[in-house]
């Protein structure tokens, strides 16, 4: 399997492990757009984790949560 696969692989589990705690309510919206933008800063796609913090500040500025994770 190619490293491609496996980071596709690898992401898709990050996605299905972190959709599932948003939906038990361990996580917030901003704390998700936290964890896979951590995800993608570990497979070395900065641009791509700096969007996802950008829009987790943006959810905790909208739902007024100054927490951080």
Do not use: C
Not at 5 to 30: C, H, P, S, W
Not at 41 to 69: C, F, T, V, Y
């Amino acid at each position: 399997m190619s490293n491609e696969q496996d980071q596709f692989n690898e992401l898709m589990m990050e996605i299905k492990y972190a959709t599932n705690l948003v939906r038990n309510k361990k996580f917030t919206l901003g704390q998700y757009y936290d964890h896979m933008a951590d995800f993608f800063d570990h497979i070395e796609r900065p641009q791509d984790a700096d969007s996802l913090r950008l829009d987790a500040k943006k959810w905790q500025i909208e739902k007024g949560d100054n927490n951080e994770n």
